[in-house]
């Protein structure tokens, strides 16, 4: 039997009162403006939930994992067969340095993606049946974002590495 907490208004209000009571009990710096930017990231994280079962936290972890965002750019060019996905997600995962995607992890990221509504998958009728994958309108939108951190990273790919020569030529003590 499943059971399902019920907040009031009230008590909802008053609990995220006492975090933002806590958060600015804890901070160092008393700046209002990080202060009230701090307040509105609790207060989303207290209206959503960021714990199980969380859109947000899955979707974030969706597009961070391995295969999801070249899958889902890859669906931005158009309609795929999974045999043909599986040959240019392995070509350019080779052509990267990595390894191939095996049929059933395709098939599972493929599985996962229909499921949150970013892609469609339509099976013909044929002898084998032919299944096509093509992305949704959420998934086209998606596809954008994942597009314009892609741009982001490689317009600051020297600043990453910059950063990194940097701390890793620093005095460890320091």
Request: glycine residues 8%; charged residues 25%.
């Amino acid at each position: 039997m499943e059971r399902t907490l019920h907040i009031s208004a009230h008590h909802a209000d008053a609990a995220l009162g006492s975090l933002i009571g806590e958060l600015h009990s804890s901070l160092i710096d008393h700046d209002p403006a990080r202060r009230d930017r701090l307040d509105s990231i609790l207060s989303t994280v207290f209206g959503h939930s960021l714990g199980q079962g969380s859109h947000m936290v899955e979707l974030l972890q969706l597009v961070g994992d391995r295969w999801s965002a070249l899958i889902l750019t890859l669906l931005g060019a158009g309609t795929f067969r999974p045999s043909e996905l599986q040959r240019v997600v392995n070509l350019l995962s080779r052509l990267g340095g990595a390894n191939d995607i095996s049929h059933r992890v395709l098939t599972a990221k493929l599985r996962v993606h229909e499921r949150m509504g970013l892609l469609e998958r339509t099976v013909r009728p044929t002898v084998p049946p032919s299944t096509y994958y093509t992305l949704t309108p959420l998934g086209r939108e998606l596809v954008e974002w994942i597009d314009g951190m892609e741009r982001w990273c490689f317009r600051n790919e020297a600043r990453f590495h910059a950063a990194q020569q940097s701390f890793d030529d620093a005095d460890p003590g320091e």
